[in-house]
């Protein structure tokens, strides 16, 4: 069965206090996977997408890596408007279009 | 920038009543997903639909539920009799391939009493 595990369950960080968010995954073979940032109330918002062991992208504060067994999310500098839940998902090989979501990192950064 | 829509935006409802909730992907896209997340708990995939049929679908989904795409835009998810476990929020998500990036609506409250 794939699963994905995603860790801390909560983050509290002061503004400007970098760190990183994990999500260790346990799949058949990986597709791409996939974060994304979920405000309360709202669907998941689209964030990066990895394919293969190395690849990194990044967008502002956010940078996101891709090994075998996990990916990191890591925020630099964070500022209070990016607290947020931040989802990890897997979508696997052969053909699989659903995503495996794991249970999410609320972080939040206060000023 | 295009978006995925759904509405209602919260919909109430009594035990063993039919819901449809609706939902309107981005226009250039071929697959459309449904998935729910129970208050507190993790996004569960629903169901995947391509060229007008289910090409995936959950062990939630049962024969309660249906999808249907009626026109070149609307998609749609009925529940047949509702349960009090049905309460959630039901995200619509599209994507151009099956291995694209899935865009998500902003969900539909749903409350079952």
């Known amino acids: 069965e794939d699963q994905v595990t995603q860790s801390p369950e909560a983050l509290r960080l002061q503004e400007g206090e970098s760190s990183s968010l994990n999500c260790s995954y346990t799949?058949?073979?990986?597709?791409?996977l996939f974060w994304y940032r979920q405000d309360p109330g709202k669907g998941p918002e689209f964030l990066f997408t990895?394919?293969?062991a190395g690849e990194e992208k990044e967008k502002e504060r956010l940078k996101a890596t891709l090994t075998k067994k996990e990916s990191f999310l890591h925020i630099t500098a964070p500022k209070p408007e990016d607290s947020a839940t931040y989802l990890c998902?897997?979508?696997?090989?052969?053909?699989?279009?659903?995503?495996?979501f794991g249970k999410g990192i609320t972080l939040s950064v206060r000023p | 920038e295009p978006e995925v829509t759904q509405t209602p935006s919260h919909q109430v409802t009594q035990m063993g009543q039919e819901v449809i909730l609706r939902c309107v992907p981005i226009?250039?896209?071929?697959?459309f997903y449904w998935y729910r997340q129970i208050l507190g708990q993790k996004v569960e995939f629903l169901v995947s639909?391509?060229?007008?049929?289910?090409?995936?679908k959950s062990e939630i989904f049962d024969d309660q539920f249906s999808v249907e795409r009626p026109d070149g835009s609307n998609f749609t998810l009925k529940i047949r009799s509702t349960k009090l476990e049905d309460s959630a929020m039901y995200f619509c998500?599209?994507?151009?391939?099956?291995?694209?990036?899935?865009?998500f609506g902003p969900g539909t409250r749903l409350t079952v009493l």
């Open positions: 998500a599209s994507s151009w391939g099956g291995a694209d990036t899935q865009y």
């Open positions: 799949v058949s073979g990986l597709r791409g």
């Open positions: 990895l394919y293969s």
């Open positions: 998902a897997v979508q696997v090989r052969p053909f699989n279009s659903k995503l495996t």
């Open positions: 226009s250039n896209h071929l697959y």
């Open positions: 639909f391509y060229n007008n049929e289910i090409s995936e």
